[in-house]
């Protein structure tokens, strides 16, 4: 079956431009997340949707904002881009509310902003 | 709260030696355990998770783990590496209860391994 779908792969903004990435769960799966991969900082997680409803939320400004539609594609959106946001964004799905089984990752979105 | 760290950032080691990632990990609660690997230019894949029962855990590639709970430890292992081994691993520890579940992943281990 298909993985998990990042769109694009590739994203070049400039500082104070807006962006939005898409993420395709597994067929299936009710639980997205998404995370922020930097080599400074490593993975953070940004926020977790599960149902349409977000019940998670990391340590991220305003700026970041997301949501998820009832066929469970998920959208993170960005706005007002600084330096900082440049960065692989990673979507993650799961199967289970508790992510009992393990999550399993897109490739990616790296974001780069200039 | 959970914290997860891995004790090497990288480590190089010659294809067909064996290899140990370390995972140290606290937690005020119960937890899963989890180790994934990320090769170049893609996301992280799952290789293997440690939930309950037998404290060694084998996962996909070879790969294998056990979970010591008195250390608070779940160490990554392989008998032999090949190149294509070469890759980021990540551990990562979800609470079993006490709200979040959301996993917390360590900073990576770098793995190198030269013909």
């Known amino acids: 079956k298909a993985g998990v779908t990042q769109t694009p792969r590739y994203l070049i903004k400039t500082r104070g431009q807006q962006v939005t990435l898409s993420c395709s769960p597994i067929s299936g799966h009710r639980s997205v997340s998404w995370y922020q991969q930097t080599p400074g900082q490593g993975l953070q997680f940004l926020f977790e949707y599960f149902s349409e409803t977000q019940r998670n939320k990391g340590n991220f400004p305003g700026r970041f904002s997301g949501r998820q539609f009832s066929n469970s594609r998920s959208e993170m959106n960005v706005s007002t881009l600084e330096l900082g946001d440049s960065a692989l964004y990673l979507c993650?799905?799961?199967?289970?509310?508790?992510?009992?089984?393990?999550?399993?990752f897109g490739s990616g979105t790296r974001l780069t902003v200039v | 709260a959970q914290s997860v760290t891995q004790l090497d950032s990288q480590v190089p080691v010659f294809e067909e030696a064996p290899v140990e990632l370390r995972c140290n990990y606290s937690s005020s609660v119960s937890v899963y355990l989890f180790w994934y690997v990320q090769y170049p230019n893609q996301g992280l894949q799952l290789l293997l998770k440690y939930l309950s029962g037998s404290t060694l855990v084998k996962g996909i590639n070879g790969f294998e783990a056990e979970f010591n709970k008195s250390q608070t430890s779940f160490h990554l292992r392989k008998p032999s590496v090949h190149i294509s081994d070469t890759a980021e691993y990540f551990c990562a520890v979800s609470p079993v209860s006490g709200g979040s579940y959301i996993p917390t992943f360590g900073r990576g281990t770098s793995l190198i391994v030269h013909p």
């Open positions: 993650a799905s799961s199967l289970d509310a508790q992510g009992y089984y393990g999550y399993t």
